[in-house]
């Protein structure tokens, strides 16, 4: 069942219609849903692809993800952190975004992770004595 987004060019909004064929999508002029109205405009929206987790997974773990990772820049493993956890689709909490943001900001690692002890948290437990796992 394709769903195709349109703007209702009389309320001014963005709208989502579900047909139940494409030959239906041919056949009849969209009405939107908020106002009635049948002056709409199609949009081009994003294609949905559904995919099994171990498929995503897999996608991840692939080495070419590291391109264009610096480890010694601090603002390069901070990209390379937002892309992956955007990835994951997973919100990864306060203290990712404020160690993400501090990355960004210049700080290194090694200080984050200073600063972060001396704060009384953990950081998820022995990181090796530092990022050097990048």
């Not at 995919?51 to 493993?77: F, Q, T, V, Y």
Request: net charge negative; glycine share 12%.
């Amino acid at each position: 069942m394709p769903i195709y987004e349109y703007r209702c060019n009389d309320c001014r909004r963005r709208v989502s219609v579900l047909w139940r064929t494409f030959a239906e999508v041919e056949g009849n002029t969209p009405q939107c849903p908020r106002c009635g109205g049948t002056n709409l405009t199609r949009l081009v929206s994003r294609v949905a692809v559904v995919r099994s987790e171990e498929s995503h997974l897999e996608d991840l773990a692939d080495p070419s993800n590291l391109a264009g990772l610096d480890e010694n820049d601090p603002k390069s493993i901070a990209r390379w952190m937002r892309k992956m956890s955007k990835e994951m689709g997973e919100d990864l909490g306060p203290e990712f975004d404020e160690v993400v943001g501090r990355l960004e900001a210049g700080e290194s690692p090694e200080e984050i992770e200073a600063a972060m002890t001396e704060l009384g948290g953990d950081m998820g437990g022995d990181m090796g004595g530092g990022f050097d796992e990048f």
